[in-house]
């Protein structure tokens, strides 16, 4: 069969949302209607090939949508998805599946829910007593995108909410590090015939894991159906397979030690990094682990990284996704009580890094995408916000700390403003005495008295400057903002302001 070819413009449309809702990419929807990417400003000019001209009944060609998403069908007044199913000759339960993102859930009352996809319930079918997990069926092949390791790997990759929700990225992204094409919760970048094809295929790779991870956990004298174990080496191996078989090889390390998020992170960390040399480990082919992570560093400085740089990316990446990890096994009731308690909301890591401040640092790297197109994960950090802006060329500084501050389990402001923040939390002294790491702090922006420019200490530096972690920050030879570091004097900000 073949897709439907047109679609008649509503009003409200825009072309990028056109293209979103059909799967396909915008400049293709562009180039397919003899429309001009590079005119796609925002602005209408009186060019015809103008892709910001579109009129209310206007019909869009629409071309073939991105691989894995061939057929696409525009649903019409009174029609049910089981009808839908019917007429393109595919299994109901395929349908739903392949469009998950796109499907709004329900609560009994029939109220659309906050979130978007499959909510597991505590007391999920993957767990275990005390925290520890049914590994087959956490790693269940036939539940694709609804298994739990789909949603707990999915949140450390940006993919999956740890309720169980979709971000954008699911249906496709590039991967930061090596620019690949990633589908689905694992960002899986091998042939799959749809977001929830590669979910299936990867939950079958990390079943056929488990075995050499049972017996190198029993050997060190630990238990392979630890939730937080377990979840800690199958993300690993979905990031880094060579990776994860180094941190079965260190897990003796663990013995007597808690399971608890430092400890994992520091053993991720030193997967990558050799704990006795302090370099990254040497590959067979002559490189060095943890290439991808030099492309990250190097995009994110806009020069050649230094080795420490290097290590600071890769360490920034795991406690970022160890983070992300137990958030997602607390809300799958993964957990027990008892290890629960470490991660409460509030609190800080071991090292005394806080929780936000460890976020904001593994989405370094993040950027604007130039053009018509945008990255789904700054539409990510705008919905954090009321605004919720639906573009990476709007001003999104407070959308990534107000993200940044939701993921770590506490409240922003809620305002897409930058100069919100000065009414949020605690004051704090401007000076080096009394910021610190974790603080928020507003600066201002031109000459507008309604502008301004929120982020987040990341250290405090010697003559009165401080370095700042925040979004929308230029990108050093680039054209484009992003998630960045930059020094500012102190005595600049407006304000600085300390989580209550």
């Not at 049910?80 to 709004?104: D, H, K, M, Q, Y």
């Not at 390791?149 to 590039?174: C, K, L, M």
């Not at 983070?323 to 009731?333: E, H, K, P, S």
């Not at 790491?437 to 400057?465: C, K, T, W, Y």
Request: hydrophobic share 40%.
């Amino acid at each position: 069969m073949t897709s439907v070819p047109q679609y008649r413009v509503q009003r409200g449309d825009t072309l990028t949302e056109i293209a979103h809702r059909h799967g396909v990419d915008p400049e293709a929807l562009m180039r397919a209607n003899g429309l001009d990417p590079a005119l796609a400003d925002g602005i209408v000019s009186r060019q015809a090939r103008d892709p910001d001209r579109l009129q209310v009944g206007q019909r869009l060609t629409i071309p073939s949508a991105t691989a894995g998403l061939e057929r696409q069908h525009s649903v019409a007044p009174g029609e049910t998805l089981a009808g839908i199913a019917e007429r393109w000759g595919v299994a109901l339960w395929s349908l739903i599946e392949a469009n998950l993102p796109f499907l709004p859930s329900h609560e009994p009352s029939g109220r659309p829910a906050a979130t978007q996809g499959p909510v597991a319930a505590p007391g999920n079918a993957a767990a275990g007593p005390a925290g520890t997990l049914d590994l087959r069926q956490f790693t269940d092949p036939t539940q694709g995108s609804r298994a739990a390791a789909a949603i707990v790997i999915g949140s450390a990759e940006g993919t999956r909410r740890p309720n169980g929700g979709f971000t954008a990225a699911y249906g496709g992204h590039a991967d930061p590090g090596n620019a690949a094409h990633n589908r689905g919760s694992f960002s899986y970048q091998h042939t799959a015939s749809s977001p929830a094809d590669a979910d299936r295929r990867q939950l079958q790779a990390l079943q056929g894991q488990l075995p050499a991870y049972e017996a190198a956990a029993r050997a060190a004298g630990l238990d392979p159906r630890n939730a937080r174990l377990a979840s800690a080496y199958l993300d690993l191996y979905n990031q880094s397979p060579s990776a994860a078989a180094r941190f079965l090889t260190q897990l003796d390390s663990l013995r007597g030690q808690p399971l608890d998020t430092a400890h994992l992170t520091q053993l991720r960390v030193n997967s990558f990094v050799d704990s006795s040399t302090g370099e990254r480990f040497r590959l067979a082919n002559g490189g060095q682990a943890g290439s991808g992570f030099v492309n990250i560093a190097r995009h994110q400085l806009g020069r050649t990284p230094s080795e420490a740089e290097v290590q600071a990316v890769i360490r920034a990446d795991q406690q970022r996704r160890m983070t992300a990890v137990d958030a997602a096994l607390q809300q799958q009731g993964l957990l027990g009580a008892a290890a629960a308690a470490p991660v409460a909301p509030t609190a800080a890591a071991p090292t005394g890094v806080p929780r936000h401040l460890q976020i904001a640092r593994g989405e370094l790297g993040t950027h604007e995408i130039r053009g018509a197109r945008d990255n789904p994960r700054v539409i990510e950090y705008h919905q954090a916000t009321s605004l919720r802006a639906r573009n990476d060329e709007t001003s999104w500084c407070s959308s990534f700390v107000n993200w940044t501050m939701q993921q770590a389990g506490l409240r922003g402001t809620n305002s897409a403003a930058a100069r919100s923040w000065l009414n949020w939390g605690q004051a704090v002294p401007r000076d080096a005495a009394h910021v610190k790491p974790g603080d928020v702090i507003v600066f201002p922006r031109g000459n507008n008295p309604a502008q301004g420019h929120v982020a987040i200490v990341s250290e405090v530096l010697d003559n009165g400057m401080v370095r700042v972690i925040g979004g929308n920050q230029g990108v050093r030879g680039e054209a484009y903002d992003g998630v960045t570091y930059a020094d500012r004097r102190l005595d600049s900000a407006l304000g600085v302001r300390r989580a209550p």
